[in-house]
């Protein structure tokens, strides 16, 4: 079955949140992922998100739409963890990738380690590009590294990029290559953009102007069902197959 690609884009979060649970709710695939440790089932699309306006004003003050579970002061808490360089027990984590990425450098005569702080980098570019008038889009940061493939929980967090759009406005692209659209998604948004907004885009005199936001899976699992259903009304299976 071919993937479904769906496209979505607004202003208000509970607008969005309400569309995307619809649609992946009734014309999403079915999925059954994970590791041979803990498989998982969902449905899924593979989703381009939006948002500008009074959206990015309410992710970065850490709002979460109607009808999540996922609380809002926890919220807040993930949000701040994105600007944590210090990863501690953990593999990794967002922060520490952003702010303290160790790769490895080579010359003819050595290789050595070396730490990067990737959102201090954007900042710099940015603040070129807004200058010059020149809008890169070379300003790109990643969070996957290739041994990540054999951890145990992988990130879902892959990639993204800072774009000057015209002026000092600023778009951010995000790709995320697994995201949940129950408990997870606005909560990544507000993240991203308050980090970004406060560590990069403010400092070099831009101005957040969207966010576009790419999922190669955006799901909802189906333990989070009677969640989605409680907003957008259940549909019995029949007829969800044929709104395909």
Known sequence: MLTPIKFFSSDDINQLNEDIWRTIYTKGNDLHFGGTEEVKDAREVFAVIQIYGKALQDLYEGKLPKGWKFGEAANKVYIEMLKNPDKGDQPYTYGERLHSYYVSVSDSFSRHHV??????????????????????????????????????????????????????????????????????????????????????????????????????????????????????????????????
């Open 115 to 244: 730490c990067v702080n990737q959102v201090e980098n954007i900042k710099e570019a940015l603040k070129e590009s807004i200058e010059t008038g020149i809008q890169s889009n070379r300003i790109v940061f990643v969070i996957w590294n290739p041994l990540d493939i054999k951890m145990e929980n992988p990130d879902c967090f892959n990639w993204g990029q800072l774009r000057v759009s015209e002026g000092n406005k600023v778009s951010i692209r995000i790709v995320f290559r697994s995201n949940d659209a129950g408990n997870a998604v606005f909560a990544n948004m507000g993240a991203v953009i308050r980090v970004f907004v406060d560590e990069a885009i403010n400092p070099a005199g831009g101005e957040l102007e969207e966010v576009i936001w790419t999922a190669a899976s955006e799901h909802i699992y189906l333990t989070d069902f009677d969640m989605v259903e409680n907003l957008v009304g259940k549909v019995p299976e029949h007829l969800r197959r044929l709104m395909k």
